[in-house]
């Protein structure tokens, strides 16, 4: 944290910004510091991805008859956050919103009992697998929006087209990951769209230049509610702040409790527990106790097992 405040180059820490957020004791001032270790690598090295890209910030957006969005993920699988996004990132309505998820992260139907790779990957009109390409090359795919369809995997769209909605690469890029495990930050630095938001994995700044400059591959905008970042906390930010209406959970049609209808978590559908499923009336203390034993059990698994490799 003295060298980011000394603006001294150097590798980033061992210390993940995500896991900052969860010491009680970080200021914001020192979250967005170290926010700012990590970002400035990219910043520093002008990147070879960040030239591959042919939109850079700024640049107006070109006539369209839908809006082209691009999620990035490591997590489009079954995790928390491909429970978080399945249902947002395949609810757009198809006549306004374009729609491409792409993907870095793992292909393990064996891991995945809810379908929720392939469930995404059937859902949005462009799906595209970056697993086991570089950066560089991730980036120019990403920037080209997938060629309109004619690379990586198609998903419910159409493959290749015509016309002026098929030129150019996507119009706003949501990176879902930011500074958590398993990030490849490097492709959202690359510069794919002329708009860049961080959203829902990660709530906190990326820690670049105050207020997203075009010049530096600092995240522009971030999506919050009031409950996840108060008012107070915005000082935290570098990026400029988009306040979410409504509320509920996304796809539960229920309006939900929070300051100003906080919606920061566009939920997926709720699923029943495996074990309770079928079960109700005077079974569903008994079921809850079978769960919340396996849930221990799990726990305690993952405890020896640490302790082991220790």
Request: glycine share 16%; net charge neutral.
């Amino acid at each position: 944290l003295e060298r980011a405040a000394g603006a001294r180059p150097g590798p980033p820490p061992p210390l993940m910004p995500y896991d900052g957020t969860l010491l009680p004791r970080m200021s914001l001032d020192d979250q967005r510091s170290l926010a700012f270790l990590h970002t400035a690598p990219f910043e520093a090295a002008g990147g070879e991805p960040r030239a591959c890209s042919a939109r850079p910030r700024g640049r107006a957006l070109p006539p369209r008859s839908k809006l082209r969005v691009t999620y990035l993920s490591f997590d489009f699988r079954e995790h928390p956050m491909g429970h978080l996004t399945a249902g947002l990132v395949t609810g757009h309505d198809a006549s306004r919103f374009h729609v491409t998820a792409a993907s870095y992260g793992e292909d393990a139907p064996a891991k995945d009992p809810y379908g929720i790779r392939p469930r995404i990957a059937r859902g949005v009109d462009v799906f595209l697998d970056l697993r086991n390409m570089s950066d560089v090359a991730a980036a120019r795919l990403l920037a080209s929006d997938g060629g309109g369809g004619s690379f990586g995997s198609s998903g419910g769209g159409s493959e290749g087209g015509g016309g002026s909605d098929d030129l150019g690469g996507p119009d706003v890029l949501v990176d879902l990951m930011a500074h958590t495990r398993g990030t490849r930050q490097a492709l959202a630095a690359s510069r794919p769209a002329p708009v860049s938001v961080n959203y829902l994995g990660y709530p906190s700044t990326m820690g670049g230049p105050q207020g997203g400059s075009s010049s530096s591959p600092g995240t522009e905008f971030a999506f919050v509610d009031a409950t996840c970042v108060p008012p107070e906390a915005s000082r935290g930010f570098s990026e400029k702040l988009v306040y979410l209406a409504g509320g509920g959970q996304q796809g539960t049609g229920g309006t939900g409790p929070g300051l100003a209808g906080g919606a920061y978590q566009a939920n997926e559908y709720p699923r029943g527990v495996p074990l309770c499923s079928g079960l109700s009336g005077p079974s569903t203390p008994l079921c809850m106790a079978r769960a919340r034993a396996k849930l221990l059990e799990a726990a305690s698994d993952t405890g020896a097992s640490q302790a082991t490799q220790g």
